[in-house]
């Protein structure tokens, strides 16, 4: 018995973060990059970004996206061209968390004084790098705000202080910099990971959304 | 690509007998979460309720629906990330049982025009791990609105439970002691939540106490041990998925295999692992995008099978994860879906 899985459950829309695509930027990077050294830019599902929307963006400008650099095309850091992909979770609640209190497994992170935390959709199973926990933020409403504790398979916990969360209250965990989001090379230099794994990981775990 | 994970559904049963024994009389609840932790969700649930599992654990109400199409009506599956009215709603819909650990979802269930019937809640209180889960100051305010939601017959009181932090065997102890507070103020509200539970894999196998009525089991089931913790074979349990690569090519810089860091193997990992090969173990040298080379060994030839993780490897997923100070549950849910999954079963 052979199967090639789907890459997600249909319809995850509750609580499954969300891989937002530009395809402004797609194009935009398509007309800067240069040919491909090595790695094929269709690979592994397009290194997360869907090998048939890409595919099919290129061949609607003419080109072959089989033959660009990949890095450039999809804007990971160091290519100097625009991310093509932003992961967003959601604030499912918020919570008091008070002086003292553990957040998530092994407890290691502890309130240092009273706050508040936010439980926000997305985890490692959907490509938040499990080492992020208490090493990067998020923004929400353009303000940053650090994850605290460990990164769960599916939810992180984010410390809001004083800031008001509304319930659903969108959550950049990276994105485009030029836009105030934070960077994929955040999380490049947080994991020592490469930007290509990340991507390929969050691409083909969250629910994918193209926007213009 | 000619890259697989190959899971032994055999050895998957194995493990569910296994789990089985070892949390009796409590009942295992398999957690098949994001695709059975990226198992296949279809062929590991059939399997499980072939096996005689009755309780899925999904998380989330879209994979919960996907079980329930699986199983039919006869298994209970629990979900407990619900994001608002609208997926409750669908939740009550699928005939799922609801993990609510947020008072705003007793609102959105208060709410609801039409239900499509009487929602079975399981009532979450935080003992400490500030995700989901209601505060226990806030415990009794939710336990009267329970208590109208049930007088209205818009929902039943099914269960009570939480997640455990796992810090240490006190910390663990601590969270127990308000989980059981928890319901006996459940209990003095006149509510009667007929299952309790509290644990998964690490303390449903070593601590009888926290079994009570289910025992939420993922990575156990799957043959994952805990990264620092006892052995497979200490717990009984076997991997049951593979990863294995095929040789693309050899040269002078070594044997190259089609698998890389964008299917899931962590970067991070190069030059800290060995593989098998007919002359012995060889170290993984580099983990490129869409290749790793592996040092080299003579006779390699191109479309020469290399087992990298996994069961019948020298590593499992734990012991890589070891290596890179993560847990085996992520190298697992690394493994890209654009591998294609084959199933074993004799």
């Given at each position: 018995?052979?199967?090639?899985?789907?890459?997600?459950?249909?319809?995850?829309?509750?609580?499954?973060?969300?891989?937002?695509?530009?395809?402004?930027?797609?194009?935009?990077?398509?007309?800067?990059?240069?040919?491909?050294?090595?790695?094929?830019?269709?690979?592994?599902?397009?290194?997360?970004?869907?090998?048939?929307w890409v595919a099919s963006v290129i061949a609607e400008m003419g080109g072959d996206a089989a033959t660009l650099d990949p890095a450039a095309l999809y804007g990971l850091p160091g290519a100097h061209t625009r991310p093509v992909m932003s992961l967003r979770?959601?604030?499912?609640?918020?919570?008091?968390?008070?002086?003292?209190e553990g957040v998530s497994y092994g407890y290691t992170h502890r309130a240092p004084h009273d706050t508040t935390v936010a439980l926000v959709t997305g985890g490692y199973a959907q490509g938040v790098v499990r080492s992020l926990g208490n090493?990067?933020?998020?923004?929400?409403?353009?303000?940053?705000?650090?994850?605290?504790?460990r990164v769960a398979m599916d939810?992180?916990?984010?410390?809001?202080?004083?800031?008001?969360?509304?319930?659903?209250?969108?959550?950049?965990?990276?994105?485009?910099?030029a836009l105030g989001h934070p960077s994929l090379e955040e999380w490049t230099d947080a994991t020592?990971?490469?930007?290509?794994?990340?991507?390929?990981?969050?691409?083909?775990?969250?629910?994918?959304?193209?926007?213009? | 690509m000619t890259t697989t994970y190959r899971v032994d559904l055999d050895a998957f049963s194995r493990n569910l007998h296994r789990v089985r024994a070892a949390i009796a009389p409590a009942a295992h609840m398999l957690v098949v979460k994001d695709d059975a932790y990226a198992h296949g969700l279809e062929p590991l649930v059939s399997r499980a309720f072939d096996e005689g599992v009755?309780?899925?654990?999904?998380?989330?109400?879209?994979?919960g629906a996907a079980v329930r199409a699986v199983v039919g009506p006869e298994a209970r599956i629990f979900v407990w990330l619900i994001g608002g009215a609208e997926d409750l709603a669908a939740g009550v819909a699928a005939d799922l049982d609801l993990g609510i650990g947020d008072e705003a979802l007793l609102d959105d269930l208060a709410g609801l025009s039409e239900p499509a019937g009487v929602a079975r809640i399981h009532l979450k209180i935080d003992t400490g791990l500030h995700r989901n889960g209601i505060r226990p100051e806030r415990w009794d305010e939710a336990l009267a609105r329970t208590a109208e939601l049930v007088a209205q017959g818009r929902g039943v009181l099914e269960g009570i439970w939480s997640h455990i932090s796992e810090a240490s065997d006190a910390d663990d102890d601590d969270a127990r002691a308000v989980f059981?507070?928890?319901?006996?103020?459940?209990?003095?509200?006149?509510?009667?939540?007929?299952?309790?539970?509290?644990?998964a894999s690490a303390a449903g196998f070593a601590r009888g106490e926290f079994r009570e009525d289910l025992v939420r089991v993922g990575a156990f089931s799957y043959g994952i041990r805990p990264a620092g913790g006892p052995g497979e074979d200490d717990l009984g349990i076997e991997p049951i998925a593979t990863l294995v690569a095929t040789v693309t090519a050899v040269d002078a810089a070594g044997v190259?295999?089609?698998?890389?860091?964008?299917?899931?193997?962590?970067?991070?990992?190069?030059?800290?692992?060995?593989v098998d090969t007919p002359a012995g173990p060889r170290r993984v040298e580099a983990i490129a995008p869409a290749s790793l080379s592996v040092a080299p060994w003579p006779e390699a030839a191109p479309g020469d099978e290399v087992v990298v993780f996994g069961r019948g490897a020298r590593n499992s997923a734990t012991d890589l994860a070891e290596l890179i100070d993560t847990i085996g549950e992520e190298i697992a849910l690394r493994v890209s879906p654009t591998v294609p999954r084959r199933y074993l079963s004799a």
């Open positions: 018995m052979t199967s090639t899985l789907p890459a997600r459950a249909p319809g995850a829309g509750g609580v499954a973060p969300v891989a937002l695509l530009s395809a402004e930027a797609l194009r935009a990077n398509a007309a800067h990059a240069s040919a491909a050294s090595g790695s094929n830019a269709l690979a592994a599902d397009a290194w997360g970004h869907g090998a048939e979770g959601r604030a499912l609640g918020t919570k008091p968390l008070l002086r003292g090493r990067a933020t998020v923004s929400i409403d353009g303000r940053r705000h650090r994850i605290v504790g939810v992180s916990v984010v410390d809001v202080g004083e800031a008001p969360i509304a319930r659903g209250a969108e959550v950049v965990f990276f994105g485009d910099p020592g990971l490469m930007a290509a794994e990340i991507v390929a990981a969050v691409g083909s775990r969250a629910e994918r959304s193209v926007i213009a | 009755r309780w899925f654990g999904a998380f989330d109400v879209a994979t059981l507070a928890g319901r006996d103020a459940a209990r003095a509200a006149g509510l009667a939540p007929r299952f309790s539970h509290l644990a190259h295999l089609d698998l890389g860091s964008l299917h899931g193997l962590p970067s991070t990992l190069a030059g800290r692992f060995d």
